[in-house]
């Protein structure tokens, strides 16, 4: 799908990948001189850049872009971005040179959509202070005391399907992802009335995002459906989270003033920032806890599901890999439900796991800003400008990737590893940002692969995805038929 097609470009990458071997980790980060040329890129339409063809099919754009160069210019939105299809470029900027990087404007405008003080969005010490107190729930010891519940809650949802029954694989995944997080990391049971305000929020957020860029091209008094809809599902998310609050407030005091799950945490998280303007007499501030709780409900459960849903449909689509993963899941099982001391063992299932998460990962893109203008090999970053990451294009890059296009999971076993660049692939982000709960993730995945792969096959009704860009890389419906196994 993303290939390099330009016949100039062809010679120059390939020369410059061999070029990059392990010694070239990274790309060169430099003040700039006012005589420094800006990244190449499409010249767009007057007034609105390139807007127009951003806004209508951002994939097919990004990949278009691609045969620019590593870093390609374009101005769209009213923003000036510019696109890096460089891994070492990427290390430099997620990873050895963050410090002179901040998430930036785009960031933070869609920050302020969803909570512009959780740990997703915050800079420098404030975000350093969240992510350290936030961190202790996400150590190997606590992720082996969720995995229990990941195991049970996906056990129960595959028993109650039928044989036969067709099943939307984002909405099922939804839910199961919105129950694992919320009892694992919070010690809470979300009714279905409760769930269904938080994915209401997700898909309202979702739709605001698919035009988030357009917005700034409306006329501040005509609200539009969907704005009017973002705005209704956030005052509902507001109140749940208020309520929420309240409850474990209430319940803290009465049963277990030593309360430790990730809500107890966040409470704390808030106490450290000092600020006390919620509850006078804890010093909650309730604004941060209510931005954190929301980024942990967003960043942990939207972003599971979909590359769940990823992974079953392409399961489905592959039996040779699916018989694989069978035989790996009876030898190591023995016909048990997995536990955590299983994961390691489950090698293949990582492998599966893996290969979904660069085919399609979740997060697409990432974004960064300049502090101040920087050169990075030899162009010129003004510091208004947008870095775009472009994870999907860079993990299906064929200078990095055999048959780039292909599920193939066995490209992950040890003795295919090649010496591509680290950051070749980052489904995860890099660098002090990285993904908060990768760990987390990565064992959810795993043991809910390996739980439904005891229990069901799927058979695809959905033949072809309609990838989009919304809040996560959205496939579209995905349908499948559930044939359940003998046991
Ligand atoms: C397959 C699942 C997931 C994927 C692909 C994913 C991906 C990512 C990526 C790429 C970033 C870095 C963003 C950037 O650098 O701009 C990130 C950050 C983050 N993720 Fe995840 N994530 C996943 C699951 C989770 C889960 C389960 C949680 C929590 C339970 C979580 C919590 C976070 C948080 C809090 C951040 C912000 C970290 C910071 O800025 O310090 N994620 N995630």
């Given at each position: 799908?993303?290939?390099?097609?330009?016949?100039?470009?062809?010679?120059?990458?390939k020369?410059?990948?061999?070029?990059?071997?392990?010694?070239?980790?990274?790309?060169?980060?430099?003040?700039?001189?006012?005589?420094?040329?800006?990244?190449?890129?499409?010249?767009?339409?007057?007034?609105?850049?390139?807007?127009?063809?951003?806004?209508?099919?951002?994939l097919?754009?990004?990949?278009?872009?691609?045969?620019?160069?590593?870093?390609?210019?374009?101005?769209?939105?009213?923003?000036?971005?510019?696109?890096?299809?460089?891994?070492?470029?990427v290390?430099?900027?997620?990873?050895?040179?963050?410090?002179?990087?901040?998430?930036?404007?785009?960031?933070?405008?869609?920050?302020?959509?969803l909570?512009?003080?959780?740990?997703?969005?915050?800079?420098?010490?404030?975000?350093?202070?969240q992510?350290?107190?936030?961190?202790?729930?996400?150590?190997p010891?606590?992720?082996?005391?969720?995995?229990?519940?990941?195991?049970?809650?996906?056990?129960?949802?595959?028993?109650?399907?039928?044989?036969?029954?067709?099943?939307?694989?984002?909405?099922?995944?939804?839910?199961l992802?919105?129950?694992?997080?919320?009892?694992?990391?919070?010690d809470?049971?979300?009714?279905?009335?409760?769930?269904?305000?938080?994915?209401?929020?997700?898909?309202?957020?979702?739709?605001?995002?698919?035009?988030?860029?357009?917005?700034?091209?409306?006329?501040?008094?005509?609200?539009?459906?969907?704005?009017?809809?973002?705005?209704?599902?956030?005052?509902?998310?507001?109140?749940?989270?208020?309520?929420?609050?309240?409850?474990?407030?209430?319940?803290?005091?009465?049963?277990?003033?030593?309360?430790?799950?990730?809500?107890?945490?966040?409470?704390?998280?808030?106490?450290?920032?000092?600020?006390?303007?919620?509850?006078?007499?804890?010093?909650?501030?309730?604004?941060?806890?209510?931005?954190?709780?929301?980024?942990?409900?967003?960043?942990?459960?939207?972003?599971?599901?979909?590359?769940?849903?990823?992974?079953?449909?392409?399961?489905?689509?592959?039996?040779?890999?699916?018989?694989?993963?069978?035989?790996?899941?009876?030898?190591?099982?023995?016909?048990?439900?997995?536990?955590?001391?299983?994961?390691?063992?489950?090698?293949?299932?990582?492998?599966?796991?893996?290969?979904?998460?660069?085919?399609?990962?979740?997060?697409?893109?990432?974004?960064?800003?300049?502090?101040?203008?920087?050169?990075?090999?030899?162009?010129?970053?003004?510091?208004d400008?947008?870095?775009?990451?472009?994870?999907?294009?860079?993990?299906?890059?064929?200078?990095?990737?055999?048959?780039?296009?292909?599920?193939?999971?066995?490209?992950?076993?040890?003795?295919?590893?090649?010496?591509?660049?680290?950051?070749?692939?980052?489904?995860?982000?890099?660098?002090?940002?990285?993904?908060?709960?990768?760990?987390?993730?990565?064992?959810?995945?795993?043991?809910?692969?390996?739980?439904?792969?005891?229990?069901?096959e799927?058979?695809?009704?959905?033949?072809?995805?309609?990838?989009?860009?919304?809040?996560?890389?959205?496939?579209?419906?995905?349908?499948?038929?559930?044939?359940?196994k003998?046991?």
């Amino acid at each position: 799908m993303t290939r390099r097609s330009h016949p100039e470009r062809e010679d120059g990458r390939k020369e410059s990948a061999d070029a990059r071997s392990a010694d070239a980790k990274s790309a060169d980060v430099a003040p700039a001189t006012a005589r420094s040329p800006k990244p190449p890129g499409p010249s767009g339409f007057p007034v609105v850049d390139s807007t127009v063809a951003a806004s209508r099919d951002p994939l097919g754009f990004t990949d278009e872009l691609a045969s620019y160069g590593d870093l390609v210019s374009y101005g769209a939105f009213g923003e000036e971005f510019v696109a890096v299809f460089d891994p070492r470029i990427v290390e430099t900027v997620l990873v050895s040179e963050n410090d002179a990087f901040v998430k930036g404007d785009f960031e933070q405008a869609f920050g302020d959509l969803l909570a512009p003080q959780g740990v997703a969005f915050t800079e420098g010490e404030r975000w350093r202070r969240q992510r350290t107190a936030l961190q202790s729930a996400f150590t190997p010891d606590r992720i082996e005391s969720y995995a229990a519940e990941m195991v049970a809650a996906t056990a129960a949802r595959a028993d109650d399907w039928a044989d036969g029954e067709a099943v939307e694989l984002g909405d099922a995944f939804a839910g199961l992802t919105l129950h694992i997080l919320t009892r694992a990391l919070f010690d809470l049971d979300l009714d279905a009335q409760r769930g269904a305000v938080v994915r209401d929020a997700t898909e309202a957020i979702g739709a605001i995002m698919d035009r988030f860029g357009l917005l700034s091209f409306l006329p501040e008094w005509a609200p539009s459906r969907t704005e009017r809809r973002y705005e209704a599902a956030m005052a509902g998310l507001d109140d749940l989270v208020d309520d929420l609050m309240a409850e474990r407030r209430d319940e803290a005091a009465e049963v277990d003033p030593d309360r430790d799950d990730l809500l107890s945490l966040l409470v704390a998280a808030a106490e450290a920032e000092g600020t006390g303007i919620g509850n006078e007499e804890t010093g909650m501030n309730a604004e941060v806890v209510r931005d954190q709780l929301v980024t942990f409900l967003f960043a942990g459960h939207e972003t599971t599901s979909t590359a769940l849903t990823y992974a079953c449909w392409l399961l489905a689509g592959h039996p040779d890999v699916r018989r694989r993963l069978d035989a790996e899941i009876d030898r190591v099982l023995g016909g048990r439900d997995p536990s955590f001391a299983d994961v390691s063992q489950l090698d293949y299932t990582e492998q599966v796991t893996k290969e979904a998460l660069r085919l399609y990962p979740p997060v697409y893109a990432l974004y960064r800003q300049p502090k101040d203008e920087v050169l990075v090999d030899d162009y010129r970053i003004p510091p208004d400008t947008t870095l775009q990451i472009a994870t999907y294009e860079i993990q299906r890059d064929e200078c990095w990737w055999v048959a780039p296009d292909e599920f193939r999971p066995e490209r992950w076993q040890e003795e295919n590893a090649s010496d591509r660049p680290e950051y070749a692939y980052f489904p995860f982000g890099g660098g002090p940002r990285h993904c908060l709960g990768m760990r987390f993730a990565m064992t959810e995945l795993q043991l809910v692969l390996a739980t439904l792969a005891r229990r069901v096959e799927f058979e695809r009704v959905t033949d072809d995805l309609d990838l989009s860009m919304g809040l996560t890389l959205d496939p579209g419906a995905v349908e499948v038929r559930v044939r359940k196994k003998m046991r």
